[in-house]
């Protein structure tokens, strides 16, 4: 019916036939059997594999965009590191990088550090203290977040992806609403109105 | 050289902060020219810095390629920033700290010491990093903490790391079980010129994997404590190889000798594997204690780059004065000096 698929390398007739589905994008590969053991394509996973074709092989036969040709969904306004690069150097190139890409970094963060906020040597997370700069609280230097700032930090965490960090917070915050419930008559340090009724009474009945 | 201190199985501590200008890309996204501009106004502001008064600076293109590669050799560079072009290191008189400008990221600056007392030399660290500060602004995100070219050595910036001699762990086969227990426990094993190198010599050379979410403090009191454990480890692996046949050792040790006092041909990896035998000897009572200090420098001066250094000070290499040749008659040289081994201690 339809004439035999050709190697993409050589041109010959294809025996070996690669299927990519990334982001709903399909992308098929053909190769003969020369050219796919002469790139190893066997012990290679599909994914990776194609992959290296497409960047490799294929942008330099086919003129396909390599790598460095694709065009990138995001740019750093800072130095020009694109999203491409960065995953490929997994270097950034300036300061500015860290807010362009703080959905990539959210992800390998976990991976590469096991964390995905800074502590100082105090141990505290400085993010939602600095940024409200309440004077207050670093008179006081109250090693512990309020409630309050947990929940904003629980947002900004949820807003930057960063779902391990949201996790820890999230833990944070119900343990430190139990432990308010429980200590019922002490006042409570950091409280605000709107936290303490609702969760107060529900919070009374699961700790029992 | 320097005389240095030494102590049984911990060669030396060292201590890394990574620092970048908050104004400035990283030096891997300048061009030559920018980052060769980005050293001059560092290099500049240094000069003014009471801190640096008496270092020395050295721009990798004012050396040779056998000068960087002996500052490579001592730690006082990495390898990375032989090759950059617009890179320079400023270096203690005591070759204790130094900064290294432009490698991946703007400062490096760095404390090593024989000294096993991780927490002194990181507060000796602080002070280094704390006079940098004085003069530059950060880079630093509440977020990250300090922002770094690679997001592994974001926030703290800080590696500490020990050179360890574990010749009795590599003996007794236990190498890859104590790598992998410390992996878990964060800590990666590397070889003595870290990524990628090898163990020559039994030498490893032991840090923190993460630098993110952890109080300086903490990284460094965590390395510590496990290189309590590693200690022991190695003594009883040592004490193991004792227990299964002293003869086999003895030998071993002798052979050691034999070779660094006759031989007249010694490659880089087989005289640092000679030095480990006798270095761990020492440790044994089986040479004389100062030995083993001697032996730390040796390790030190019978590198490739330091033979041919050290040979074309004096006059230029002859046709046939190998590298390896030199380095047999350096060690023929001091090991006529030592007395042979005393196995009457053990």
Same mark, same amino acid.
Request: proline share 4%; with cysteine; net charge positive.
């Given at each position: 019916?339809?004439?035999?698929?050709?190697?993409?390398?050589? $041109?010959?007739?294809?025996?070996? +036939?690669?299927?990519?589905?990334?982001?709903?994008?399909?992308?098929?590969? +053909?190769?003969?059997?020369?050219?796919?053991?002469? +790139?190893?394509?066997?012990?290679?996973?599909?994914?990776?594999?194609?992959?290296?074709?497409?960047?490799?092989?294929?942008?330099?036969?086919? $003129?396909?965009?390599?790598?460095?040709?694709?065009?990138?969904?995001?740019?750093?306004? $800072?130095?020009?590191?694109?999203?491409?690069?960065?995953?490929?150097?997994?270097?950034?190139?300036?300061?500015?990088?860290?807010?362009?890409?703080?959905?990539?970094?959210?992800?390998?963060?976990?991976?590469?550090?096991?964390?995905?906020?800074?502590?100082?040597?105090? $141990?505290?997370?400085?993010?939602?203290?600095?940024?409200?700069?309440?004077?207050?609280?670093?008179?006081?230097?109250?090693?512990?977040?309020?409630?309050?700032?947990?929940?904003?930090?629980?947002?900004?965490?949820?807003?930057?992806?960063?779902?391990?960090?949201?996790?820890?917070?999230?833990?944070?915050?119900?343990?430190?609403?139990?432990?308010?419930?429980?200590?019922?008559?002490?006042?409570?340090?950091?409280?605000?109105?709107?936290?303490?009724?609702?969760?107060?009474?529900?919070?009374?009945?699961?700790?029992? | 050289?320097?005389?240095?201190?030494?102590?049984?199985?911990?060669?030396?501590?060292?201590?890394?902060?990574?620092?970048?200008?908050?104004?400035?890309?990283?030096?891997?996204?300048?061009?030559?020219?920018?980052?060769?501009?980005?050293?001059?106004?560092?290099?500049?502001?240094?000069?003014?810095?009471?801190?640096?008064?008496?270092?020395?600076?050295?721009?990798?293109?004012?050396?040779?390629?056998?000068?960087?590669?002996?500052?490579?050799?001592?730690?006082?560079?990495?390898?990375?920033?032989?090759?950059?072009?617009?890179?320079?290191?400023?270096?203690?008189?005591? #070759?204790?700290?130094?900064?290294?400008?432009?490698?991946?990221?703007?400062?490096?600056?760095?404390?090593?010491?024989?000294?096993?007392?991780?927490?002194?030399?990181?507060?000796?660290?602080?002070?280094?990093?704390?006079?940098?500060?004085?003069?530059?602004?950060?880079?630093?995100?509440?977020?990250?903490?300090?922002?770094?070219?690679?997001?592994?050595?974001?926030?703290?910036?800080?590696?500490?790391?020990?050179?360890?001699?574990?010749?009795?762990?590599?003996?007794?086969?236990?190498?890859?079980?104590?790598?992998?227990?410390?992996?878990?426990?964060?800590?990666?094993?590397?070889?003595?010129?870290? %990524?990628?190198?090898?163990?020559?010599?039994?030498?490893? #050379?032991?840090?923190?994997?993460?630098?993110?979410?952890?109080?300086?403090?903490?990284?460094?009191?965590?390395?510590?404590?496990?290189?309590?454990?590693?200690?022991?480890?190695?003594?009883?692996?040592?004490?193991?190889?004792?227990?299964?046949?002293?003869?086999?050792?003895?030998?071993?040790?002798?052979?050691?000798?034999? %070779?660094?006092?006759?031989?007249?041909?010694?490659? %880089?990896?087989?005289?640092?594997?000679?030095?480990?035998?006798?270095?761990?000897?020492?440790?044994?009572?089986?040479?004389? %204690?100062?030995?083993?200090?001697?032996?730390?420098?040796?390790?030190?001066?019978?590198?490739?780059?330091?033979?041919?250094?050290?040979?074309?000070?004096?006059?230029?290499?002859?046709?046939?004065?190998?590298?390896?040749?030199?380095?047999?008659?350096?060690?023929?040289?001091?090991?006529?000096?030592?007395?042979?081994?005393?196995?009457?201690?053990?």
């Amino acid at each position: 019916m339809s004439e035999p698929l050709k190697c993409d390398i050589c $041109g010959a007739p294809a025996t070996i +036939h690669l299927t990519q589905i990334i982001n709903g994008n399909v992308r098929k590969i +053909h190769l003969c059997e020369k050219c796919a053991a002469k +790139h190893d394509a066997a012990d290679l996973p599909i994914i990776k594999f194609a992959e290296m074709l497409t960047k490799k092989i294929l942008g330099e036969k086919i $003129g396909l965009k390599s790598a460095s040709q694709q065009t990138p969904e995001k740019i750093c306004p $800072g130095c020009g590191m694109t999203n491409i690069l960065f995953e490929k150097t997994q270097r950034l190139g300036c300061p500015q990088c860290y807010e362009t890409f703080s959905r990539e970094l959210a992800e390998i963060l976990p991976k590469i550090q096991g964390s995905s906020q800074y502590l100082d040597s105090a $141990g505290t997370q400085k993010t939602v203290a600095n940024k409200r700069s309440t004077k207050k609280t670093a008179k006081e230097k109250s090693p512990e977040l309020s409630v309050e700032q947990l929940k904003e930090l629980l947002a900004d965490a949820v807003a930057h992806e960063d779902y391990e960090l949201a996790a820890k917070t999230r833990d944070i915050i119900r343990s430190r609403e139990k432990k308010k419930t429980r200590r019922k008559t002490v006042p409570a340090k950091i409280s605000s109105p709107e936290l303490s009724k609702p969760t107060g009474t529900r919070k009374k009945k699961g700790d029992k | 050289m320097l005389q240095r201190r030494s102590y049984p199985i911990i060669l030396s501590s060292r201590v890394r902060f990574a620092r970048n200008i908050a104004t400035e890309n990283f030096p891997g996204a300048l061009s030559p020219q920018q980052r060769e501009s980005v050293k001059k106004k560092i290099l500049g502001a240094l000069e003014k810095s009471e801190y640096f008064r008496n270092a020395t600076v050295f721009e990798m293109q004012d050396l040779a390629k056998a000068e960087q590669a002996l500052l490579v050799e001592r730690h006082l560079i990495s390898r990375e920033l032989q090759e950059r072009e617009g890179a320079a290191v400023v270096i203690s008189p005591d #070759q204790k700290t130094s900064v290294m400008i432009n490698e991946e990221d703007h400062f490096r600056i760095q404390i090593v010491d024989a000294n096993s007392d991780l927490v002194e030399i990181l507060s000796r660290a602080k002070l280094a990093e704390a006079a940098l500060a004085s003069i530059f602004k950060f880079a630093f995100s509440e977020r990250y903490g300090f922002l770094t070219a690679c997001p592994t050595n974001l926030g703290t910036g800080l590696r500490v790391s020990a050179m360890v001699h574990l010749p009795g762990l590599v003996m007794d086969g236990q190498m890859e079980k104590v790598v992998r227990a410390l992996n878990m426990c964060g800590l990666t094993v590397r070889g003595s010129f870290g %990524e990628g190198s090898d163990a020559t010599g039994s030498i490893f #050379q032991i840090s923190n994997q993460h630098t993110l979410g952890i109080p300086v403090e903490k990284i460094a009191d965590t390395l510590q404590e496990w290189l309590g454990g590693i200690v022991e480890q190695e003594k009883n692996a040592r004490r193991r190889i004792l227990q299964r046949g002293k003869a086999p050792f003895f030998d071993q040790i002798s052979r050691a000798y034999g %070779e660094l006092r006759y031989a007249f041909l010694l490659s %880089e990896n087989e005289g640092a594997d000679m030095l480990s035998l006798i270095r761990m000897a020492c440790d044994l009572g089986i040479f004389p %204690e100062y030995v083993r200090s001697r032996i730390d420098e040796l390790f030190v001066e019978s590198q490739t780059a330091h033979i041919i250094f050290r040979q074309s000070r004096g006059n230029a290499l002859k046709d046939g004065d190998g590298v390896d040749k030199l380095r047999a008659t350096l060690f023929r040289e001091y090991f006529s000096m030592i007395p042979p081994p005393d196995f009457s201690a053990e």
